[in-house]
C-alpha cells in the first residue's frame, strides 16, 4: 500500500489543523493506522492510532482530548484532527499502516508498522 500524508502546515497556537493520509494499493479497509511525529533532535514518537474497523483508538497522553483520529474506508483516507494545537506539537507527522486480521487491533509501535507516508510539515508558532 502507498500512502500520502497531506494538510500540514504553519499555524498559531489554539488554531487547528486537520491531517489527512491517502492511501491506495491493496484493500485500505484491512489496515490498523497510525500516526506518529519526529521533532528536531527528537526520535519520532507514537502519536494517534485508530483499528481497522475505526472502533478503536488510541492517543499519546500528550494529545489525549486535543487530537481526534478517524478513518473513512470508503475513501481509503485517514485523518488527524489536531485543536488547540500547542509550539511543542512542532513535527513532521507521518502516517503508517499495518496488516491486521483483528478488527479490533489497534498497534502503537512504530516498528510493529509495515508501510510509511512521506510525512507531512506541521509548525506552530507561539
Known amino acids: 500500500v502507498q500512502l500520502q500524508a497531506s494538510g500540514g502546515g504553519l499555524v498559531q497556537a489554539g488554531g487547528s489543523l486537520r491531517l489527512s493520509c491517502a492511501a491506495s494499493?491493496?484493500?485500505?479497509?484491512?489496515?490498523?493506522m497510525g500516526w506518529f511525529r519526529q521533532a528536531p533532535g527528537k526520535e519520532r514518537e507514537f502519536v494517534a492510532a485508530i483499528s481497522w474497523s475505526g472502533g478503536s483508538m488510541y492517543y499519546a497522553d500528550s494529545v489525549k482530548g486535543r487530537f481526534t483520529i478517524s478513518r473513512n474506508n470508503a475513501k481509503n483516507t485517514v485523518y488527524l484532527q489536531m485543536n488547540s494545537l500547542k509550539p511543542e506539537d512542532t513535527a513532521v507527522y507521518y502516517c503508517?499502516?499495518?496488516?491486521?486480521?483483528?478488527?479490533?487491533?489497534?498497534?502503537?509501535?512504530?516498528?510493529?508498522?509495515?508501510?510509511w507516508g512521506q510525512g507531512t510539515q506541521v509548525t506552530v508558532s507561539s
Open positions: 503508517a499502516a499495518k496488516e491486521v486480521q483483528n478488527v479490533r487491533l489497534v498497534v502503537t509501535g512504530q516498528h510493529e508498522y509495515d508501510y
Open positions: 494499493g491493496r484493500t485500505f479497509s484491512r489496515y490498523v
